[in-house]
């Protein structure tokens, strides 16, 4: 007999296996009995916690597809009133600790080829919340006269853009680079092309 996981800890262990298998899979090819095996619980469980698979579908996106912690971070690290050192440690903990758990494609797919536009959206929002965060950075920089006069948008946008060759090279093509050395060269192009005074 399945042992059945005590009500305070059962909703959190479904919720995990749950997650993962999605997150490898997506919806149309997770069923419920899969989830119990790897939550060693049974249906009446996940229905009493979740009510059905696409409820426990939206609280497994909800869970992984955030970056609020990411973006906190983000915001922390850099607030610094010296943007270039401002920029240097965004793009530190950008390439650090980027969330590519929240990109997992199995958390998009609602249905065997059919996009989660609720999982998208909530990613997008998130994501323009990251380039308020650099483009902000340029224009404190900007503002105090440490970087050249430009476009803050257009210049998070190309910063972003390195960033992310980073980070998704590595994600979706497993290609390995030297973290430090990709950091040091980011910051040091990104600093230049915006006429940083403190740019070495």
Do not use: W
């Not at 749950?18 to 149309?28: D, I, N, S, Y």
């Not at 600093?191 to 070495?200: N, P």
């Amino acid at each position: 007999m399945i042992a059945v996981p005590r009500p305070k800890d059962g909703s959190a262990a479904i919720l995990k296996a749950a997650t993962r298998l999605f997150a490898e899979k997506g919806f149309a090819n997770v069923s419920i009995r899969d989830v119990c095996r790897e939550a060693n619980t049974t249906p009446p469980m996940i229905y009493y916690y979740f009510k059905d698979k696409k409820r426990l579908f939206e609280a497994a996106v909800s869970t992984r597809v955030s970056m609020h912690e990411f973006i906190a971070r983000l915001r922390a690290k850099s607030a610094i009133k010296d943007a270039a050192k401002g920029t240097a440690a965004f793009i530190d903990v950008y390439l650090s600790s980027f969330p590519t758990e929240a990109f997992e494609p199995g958390l998009y797919l609602i249905d065997t080829a059919k996009l989660d536009h609720e999982a998208a959206a909530r990613i997008s929002e998130q994501l323009d919340e990251v380039h308020d965060v650099a483009e902000s950075i340029v224009r404190r920089g900007v503002a105090s006269g440490t970087f050249d006069k430009t476009d803050a948008r257009s210049a998070a946008d190309c910063l972003l853009g390195m960033l992310n060759n980073v980070v998704f090279q590595k994600f979706h093509f497993a290609k390995t680079r030297d973290l430090e050395k990709s950091k040091r060269f980011i910051t040091e192009f990104f600093l230049r092309a915006v006429g940083s005074k403190t740019a070495g």
